[in-house]
Structures are given as structure tokens and as C-alpha cells.
């Protein structure tokens, strides 16, 4: 059976998980996140990083004993043994994938019909497409493509900390402002703490790494601590460009925040950088979703011919188009901010079971080989993990009702799923 190539160095995973971070979310959130806490959204923006920071080392632990595509779910199955748990785990993790692709297309639709005037639905069936083909291609040429695409988002957010340092130095804000008072710095804490999500995707491409062990760490450690550097450098320059009130109400802020000091050009240049951010994010979407559907069913979690490798290609092709064909379908939901509410709450359970995992494997087996150890534990219990399981669960705090009955509904899917393949292979047996 034909297996994945590995391409993939420190560098292009690094950039991969950089781009997954970076993505589209910073140039719209940092507007609601303001409107919370205020001045005061960069304090929202550290301690976002932080909560991302341990749940980031216990991927990285576990990527470094088991360095597989799918990886939540091999982490799990692995740990203990247990292929049902393993199986949801996995398939909230593929929920994501899609959901956020399909979702964040729309935005690029939105983006383009707005320069263009192509119809939004049109665009983003288009896009997935095209990313699709991309993906088949080849992981060296999505991987080009996507350090590419990463430094052109990259380079938007950069212009946007020289305006605010540079040509706002002598701009006079009080960075502790907090009109919500801290209830506003923690309501701002969950918007902001999802502009993070995108480092677990790193592990998914195990496979085409090259010493994944090794590579693996350090690429998710670098990019959430650049992301998180430039996260808080752009929301400390956007509120000394606009004031927080200017921000809330914006619905293209940093946008906004370059029109402001360099006119309606600088706008303009801001919009067709987003357009490169929600490309890139799709396209990493759309890779990571076909590496986790492939591994899930080289464990034979799912059919079968979801783990077939193109003979030239060496990518995961049924996978590929089964997953953008996915994608382009939820795309006709149009407005799915009720959707990509439900998909937080799956990254959250998914969050929080690595954590668990990660503490289950200290315990369990404390002699495995890592090549990359969480720091801090207390008689052999790690504390970074447990405090991993803790802050993403108050985002959940924020979730309404319905979002979380309908994610519990997604996991009630994969329950279904799961016992009638499993009956559909015993009948085979």
C-alpha cells in the first residue's frame, strides 16, 4: 500500500502551524474583543496565549511518542486503548476541519464579492475546489503555497504594528482600560482564545515530516509563541490608531486601522491581504481534514477506501476530494456562525481530552520514550495539562444552550456512525 512522503521540514511545519494560527480570525475578532475588555484586549490576547500554551505542550508531548496523522484520535486509542472514545475524538476533530473550511471560504467569498462582485456562494464553492486540487497535488506544493500565503498575512499584521508604533508613537491610551471590567478582559479572553486554534492541526501532518518526534514540538511551541508576540504587538497598535469604541463598531477593523493613517488605498491593500488569510486558512483546513479522515481509516475506524494514497501523488486522494466535496456542502448554509459556534465546542471537548490524555500517559506509563517532556509536575503529576482541561472549559461558559445541545448532537452522530460501521464489519467477519 502506497504511504504518505515526507517533505516536510522544521521551517515549512513551523509555517504550516503559523498559518493555521495566524489565519482570518485576527482581522475581524480584534473588533468584538475590543468592544469586551477595551483597552485593556491585549491582556486578553496574553492570557489566550497562555491557555493555548498548555494545551500546545501536551500535543507536543504526544506527538513525540506517537507521531501519527489523525492524530487526536491515535493519541487516545493509543492511551487507552479504547477505539470508541478514540473514534468521537476523531470525529469532532474531521467536524472542525470541515466546518471551519466551508466557513471561512464564505468569508473569502464575502471578501471577493465585495472587490469583484462575483456571488459569495459562487466563490467559495470555487476556492474549495481549486484548494482541493491543490491539496491533492501534493504536500510540498501546498506546503510552498502556504508559507507563501503566511507571509503575505504575515505582512498585513506587520504594517498595521508600524502604524501603530511609528506613526501613533506619540498617541496617548490607557492600556488597563476595562469598560466590563474584568468580566470584559475574560468575555474578550473567550473570543480571542479561538484566534489560537490551529496549532492542534499540526500534529495531523505527522506523517509527512520528516523526524516528526523532534520536528513536531518545537514547530507547535514556535508558532503559537510568534503568533501569540504578534497577536498582542497588533492588538496593543490597532487601540492607539482607534479607540475601542471605533473598533467594536468596525466590521473590518484592521482595515479600518490602515485607512485611518494611510486613506482609503491602504484600506483597500488591507481587504485583498484578507483575502490571501482566508485562502490559506482553507487550504490548511482542507489538508488537515483529509490527513485525519486518512488515519482514521488506516485504523480501520472508517471505510477503507478513505485511506487509499495516490500512486504518483502520495497524498490521501480519496480523502481529498471526500472532504472538499464536505466542505463545499456546508458552504450552502451560507450564514453558518451558528455552525462554526458548534465546531468551538468540539475543538473544546477535543482540547480537553488531549489534556486528559496526556495526564493518563504520566501516570500510566511514565517510562515511554519522549522526546519532548511538558515541564512542571508535582510527584509525577503534570499541573501545565491539568490547567489545560481548565481554561478552555470557560469558554464553554459562554457558549449558549442551543450551540451546545446541537455539539452534543455532532457527538450523538459519531456515536450512530460508529456502532452501525461496526456492525457492517462484524457482519463481514
Same mark, same amino acid.
Do not use: C
Given at each position: 500500500?502506497? @504511504? ?18 495566524? #489565519? ?13 475588555? #477595551? %483597552? ?14 498548555? +494545551?500546545?505542550? =501536551?500535543?507536543? @508531548? ?30 469532532? +476533530? ?6 471551519? *473550511? %466551508? ?73 488597563? @482600560?476595562?469598560?466590563? !471590567?474584568?468580566?470584559?478582559?475574560? =468575555? ?17 501532518? *505527522?506523517?509527512?515530516?520528516?523526524? &516528526? ?47 485611518? *493613517? ?40 472508517? &471505510? &477503507? ?19 472538499? *466535496? ?11 456562525? +451558528? ?51 481548565? +481554561?478552555?472549559?470557560? #469558554? ?8 451546545? %445541545?446541537? !455539539? ?22
Amino acid at each position: 500500500m502506497a @504511504e504518505l512522503r515526507r517533505h516536510l521540514g522544521l521551517f515549512q511545519t513551523t509555517m504550516y502551524g503559523i498559518g493555521l494560527i495566524l #489565519g482570518a480570525g485576527i482581522y475581524a475578532l480584534i473588533g468584538d474583543a475590543a468592544g469586551q475588555a #477595551g %483597552s485593556s484586549v491585549w491582556i486578553s490576547f496574553v492570557l489566550a496565549a497562555v491557555a493555548a500554551v498548555f +494545551t500546545g505542550l =501536551s500535543y507536543a @508531548e504526544l506527538s513525540s511518542i506517537y507521531p501519527k496523522a489523525a492524530a487526536e484520535y491515535s493519541f487516545v486509542k493509543r492511551a487507552f486503548g479504547n477505539n470508541f472514545v478514540a473514534f468521537i475524538v476523531g470525529w469532532l +476533530t474531521l467536524f472542525v476541519a470541515i466546518i471551519s *473550511a %466551508s466557513a471561512i471560504a464564505i468569508g473569502f467569498g464575502g471578501y471577493f464579492s465585495d472587490m469583484f462582485g462575483v456571488p459569495i456562494l459562487l466563490s467559495a464553492i470555487l476556492l474549495i475546489a481549486v484548494l482541493s486540487f491543490v491539496n491533492f497535488f501534493g504536500i510540498r506544493e501546498s506546503s510552498s503555497m502556504n508559507v507563501i500565503f503566511t507571509m503575505i498575512e504575515a505582512a498585513g499584521l506587520a504594517l498595521i504594528v508600524w502604524i501603530g508604533f511609528a506613526l501613533f508613537g506619540d498617541a496617548t491610551v490607557d492600556y488597563f @482600560e476595562m469598560p466590563h !471590567g474584568f468580566s470584559g478582559v475574560f =468575555s474578550a479572553f473567550t473570543i480571542v482564545f479561538f484566534a489560537y486554534i490551529g496549532f492542534e492541526n499540526i500534529a495531523n501532518i *505527522a506523517e509527512e515530516v520528516r523526524n &516528526p518526534k523532534k520536528v513536531l514540538p518545537r514547530a507547535i511551541i514556535l508558532a503559537i509563541s510568534i503568533t501569540a508576540i504578534v497577536y498582542v504587538l497588533v492588538s496593543v497598535s490597532a487601540t492607539r490608531v482607534l479607540s475601542w469604541q471605533e473598533l467594536d463598531a468596525s466590521i473590518a477593523p484592521l482595515a479600518d486601522v490602515a485607512e485611518r *493613517a494611510l486613506g482609503p488605498q491602504a484600506h483597500m491593500i488591507l481587504s485583498f491581504i484578507a483575502l490571501f488569510a482566508t485562502t490559506n486558512t482553507v487550504l490548511i483546513m482542507l489538508i488537515s481534514g483529509s490527513r485525519i479522515m486518512y488515519g482514521i481509516a488506516t485504523e480501520k475506524a472508517l &471505510p &477503507p477506501i478513505f485511506g487509499r494514497v495516490h500512486l504518483k501523488r502520495k497524498t490521501p486522494w480519496v480523502a481529498t476530494i471526500t472532504v472538499g *466535496a464536505l466542505a463545499v456542502v456546508f458552504a450552502f448554509a451560507g450564514n453558518i456562525a +451558528t455552525i462554526v459556534n458548534i465546531s468551538v465546542f468540539a475543538i473544546i471537548m477535543v482540547f480537553v481530552m488531549v489534556n486528559f490524555t496526556l495526564i493518563w500517559m504520566r501516570l500510566k506509563y511514565p517510562d515511554a520514550e519522549r522526546a519532548f517532556k511538558v515541564p512542571l509536575s508535582v510527584r509525577g503529576f503534570p499541573i501545565l495539562p491539568a490547567l489545560g482541561i481548565i +481554561t478552555p472549559i470557560i #469558554g464553554i461558559a459562554h457558549l449558549d444552550w442551543y450551540v451546545i %445541545s446541537m !455539539g452534543l448532537g455532532v457527538v450523538a452522530a459519531g456515536m450512530v456512525f460508529y456502532f452501525a460501521y461496526s456492525k457492517v464489519l462484524q457482519r463481514k467477519l
